[in-house]
């Protein structure tokens, strides 16, 4: 009797512990289950994953909408009608959304699959699916405090047609190339694969619904012990990853009023300062604490200081991969011809060559002058203290050919400045510069935006979609639009 006495006071404190942090800003999500998938099998945990979530969500003050089992339609029309929930609350609001299902990428775009597309190609996939672009860009699109994207939707590629044709998992996507407030979290890292787990639950929803019940946690603290326990329960073969642009704190649960709060956070550590802190130290001590951290440079020192089994070779696949998804994410950011190729030239043998090379083909007579990317965007190549991948040296990805003299140039005008129209036919594309005399043509791959950018509010399958002013302008990892097909 004492016990359950105790218990229900736990219950009621944690739930008013939830309610005082929602107090001071408005809490809105959506949480998604996508299991009955009709042109493959079924995913037994995503609609369990779901409705645990969306539990754990309301305990912690969160309005929630909850869905389950959507098609292509009703996806978009969810998002859109989120967007306009988040506008309706108001500035001051955190808006979460929470997707379980499949999840792949086609030729570095990242899409959500709703359960009643049934592709017989690749070409399909960006009919039938939903770009995650498309869902940061709606969401980044109007005023909120905090924008969090939780994926547990990089379980394998479904669809017989294209699965061996198509990278694994998903690709990765930088937060912070684009406007601050936005956390993206993956099940696992970019190009691997999820469990959908043999419980009720996914590995990464079963460590979620730990971590977040506890109080005072920042929320990248509770991934962190997320990220350690899917890790430990799949012995390695599973390791959540996020990106995160986050100003604002949040918590799930607020700190009792005894605990301490305002712990400020550790200041991220060079490759060199984690060989000193991880020297001397036990292998599977090492091994925890890179883990738990996630960063690139982490895992670099531990491959340089540690080579027992089964930890470092463990830690040096996910460090190949995490190098070969940034060479990727540079080569799609980028998108010419000589960008695919110089990644095949690093890594000539993976599961994205089939689409490196089929990408550098189709782009082969794109103009290939001076490509520009933001310095933000840039990702430099960090050697490592001994090779990790059977590539040589990185080929130049950002300058394709030499810029032209300023001698060799005489005027650059924009087009509103000229007195005739372009030569190059068709109208002006908003990514391009003519330059008077060489008649040359500089191409300019438009970061992702993940903000809240101005620009007037515009139609997203019924709902709600990303406004910049325009048409979509897109992500970082771009498709259709950006004349792949």
């Not at 547990?152 to 061996?164: E, H, L, T, Y």
């Amino acid at each position: 009797m004492r016990r359950a006495i105790l218990r229900a006071a736990a219950t009621a404190a944690s739930l008013l512990c939830g309610v005082a942090a929602a107090a001071a800003e408005s809490r809105v999500a959506l949480v998604i289950g996508q299991s009955a998938y009709r042109a493959v099998p079924a995913l037994p945990n995503p609609v369990n994953d779901a409705k645990a979530i969306a539990a754990l969500l309301g305990e912690a003050g969160f309005e929630v909408t909850e869905a389950s089992d959507l098609g292509q339609t009703e996806l978009r029309t969810k998002v859109g009608d989120f967007a306009a929930t988040v506008v309706a609350k108001g500035p001051e609001t955190v808006a979460l959304v929470f997707y379980a299902g499949h999840g792949i990428q086609v030729d570095g775009e990242n899409y959500l699959i709703p359960v009643d597309i049934d592709p017989k190609r690749e070409a399909d996939i960006p009919l039938q699916a939903v770009r995650l672009d498309d869902v940061l860009n709606t969401l980044g699109s109007v005023p909120s405090k905090s924008r969090i994207i939780m994926l547990d939707a990089c379980r394998n590629n479904p669809f017989p047609s294209i699965n061996k044709t198509t990278g694994q998992g998903l690709a990765l996507v930088d937060t912070k190339s684009g406007a601050p407030g936005t956390l993206l979290s993956y099940s696992t890292s970019p190009g691997a694969e999820a469990e959908d787990g043999g419980g009720t639950n996914s590995p990464y929803t079963t460590a979620l619904l730990k971590a977040g019940r506890e109080n005072g946690l920042k929320i990248e603290d509770t991934l962190k012990r997320v990220r350690l326990a899917v890790h430990q329960a799949t012995k390695g073969r599973q390791t959540p990853w996020e990106s995160s642009s986050l100003v604002d704190d949040f918590q799930f649960f607020a700190a009792s009023a005894a605990a301490p709060t305002d712990t400020p956070a550790p200041k991220p550590r060079t490759v060199e300062e984690w060989r000193a802190f991880l020297k001397g130290k036990p292998v599977d001590q090492a091994n925890t604490l890179i883990v738990s951290d996630g960063s690139a440079d982490a895992y670099e020192a531990f491959v340089g200081l540690y080579a027992e089994p089964p930890f470092a070779p463990e830690a040096k696949r996910w460090l190949d991969r995490h190098r070969r998804m940034k060479a990727w994410s540079r080569a799609v950011l980028v998108n010419t011809g000589s960008a695919y190729s110089a990644f095949l030239t690093e890594y000539p043998d993976s599961d994205l060559t089939v689409t490196a090379r089929k990408l550098a083909e189709r782009l082969r007579n794109r103009p290939d002058i001076a490509v520009v990317v933001p310095a933000a965007l840039t990702v430099p190549v960090v050697a490592a203290a001994a090779p990790t991948c059977p590539c040589g040296p990185t080929a130049p990805l950002l300058q394709q050919k030499a810029e032209p003299k300023k001698s060799d140039v005489k005027k650059t005008k924009s087009r509103a400045e000229r007195d005739d129209p372009p030569k190059r036919g068709g109208k002006a594309s908003r990514t391009r510069v003519y330059v008077e005399e060489e008649d040359d043509v500089v191409v300019v791959r438009r970061p992702p935006i993940y903000g809240a950018p101005p620009g007037p509010v515009i139609q997203f399958g019924g709902g709600f979609r990303g406004g910049y002013g325009g048409p979509y302008r897109g992500g970082g990892q771009t498709g259709p639009s950006r004349g792949r097909y």
